[in-house]
């Protein structure tokens, strides 16, 4: 079972403002996935990264995979409320057996 | 479009009770897997499944049993509650066994042991 960091574990930002959040390991990882969850919901799947370096973007949020693949990040900017919630990185280890982070609890406030 | 579906939402037990926690999905998923989450400990794999018939232990499967009887449905039997079980409980399935495959998950079982 591979080990995942992340932090912060609270953020209490402003609206507008830009926050980044990390995902770390001292493992290599095949893929990464970035799962946000609302109160009273289940998590839903953000993005899947695969290859080293690899950047995506999703609206006002980009995602980032370490070059050597240990690690990952989330910026978002011009944060809303709507971003509010519990952001979770996790690794597929294949079968549906997903080991997530502990995640990061966002607040925008308006 | 259900998706995933859980019941029930919210339950209180009593230590030493047993219940089932039934999660059904409509995808046609072959992948079914079962999480309970803990305040500031993200989610945790109890027991998962790759298949009818075919189930097996995830990282915390201690208290909990599993079957898998048919492709849809995925229930977890809680055999004697103890307060260390209660959590958040969710039910998660996939199209794919493959790293990269999206997981969908349901909404949510709130238990409580008292």
């Known amino acids: 079972t591979q080990l995942l960091e992340q932090s912060p574990q609270f953020l209490s930002i402003q609206e507008g403002e830009n926050l980044t959040v990390y995902c770390n390991s001292s493992?290599?990882?095949?893929?990464l996935q970035w799962y946000r969850q609302e109160p009273g919901e289940g998590p839903v799947l953000l993005v899947t990264?695969?290859?080293?370096?690899e950047v995506k973007k999703l609206k006002r949020l980009t995602f980032q995979f370490g070059d050597a693949r240990k690690d990952s990040s989330l910026h978002i900017t011009a944060a809303q409320p709507g971003d509010t919630g519990l952001y979770l990185c996790?690794?597929?280890?294949?079968?549906?057996?997903?080991?997530f982070g502990g995640g990061t609890r966002l607040m925008v406030k308006p | 479009n259900a998706g995933v579906t859980q019941t029930p939402k919210f339950q209180v037990l009593k230590t030493g009770q047993s219940m089932t926690l039934q999660c059904a999905q409509d995808?046609?998923?072959?992948?079914m897997s079962w999480y309970r989450q803990d305040p500031g400990m993200g989610l945790r794999l109890i027991h998962y499944?790759?298949?009818?018939?075919?189930?097996d232990q995830g990282e915390v499967p201690n208290g909990y049993n599993v079957s898998r009887s048919t492709t849809e449905d995925f229930p977890l039997r809680l055999l004697s509650a103890a307060p260390s079980q209660t959590s958040v409980y969710f039910c998660?399935?996939?199209?794919?066994?493959?790293?990269?495959?999206?997981?969908?998950f349901g909404q949510g079982t709130r238990l409580t042991v008292v």
């Open positions: 998660a399935s996939s199209y794919s066994g493959q790293a990269w495959t999206e997981a969908f």
């Open positions: 493992s290599v990882f095949s893929s």
């Open positions: 990264v695969v290859t080293g370096g």
């Open positions: 996790a690794v597929n280890n294949a079968g549906n057996m997903l080991t």
């Open positions: 995808m046609n998923h072959e992948y």
């Open positions: 499944s790759v298949g009818a018939g075919i189930t």
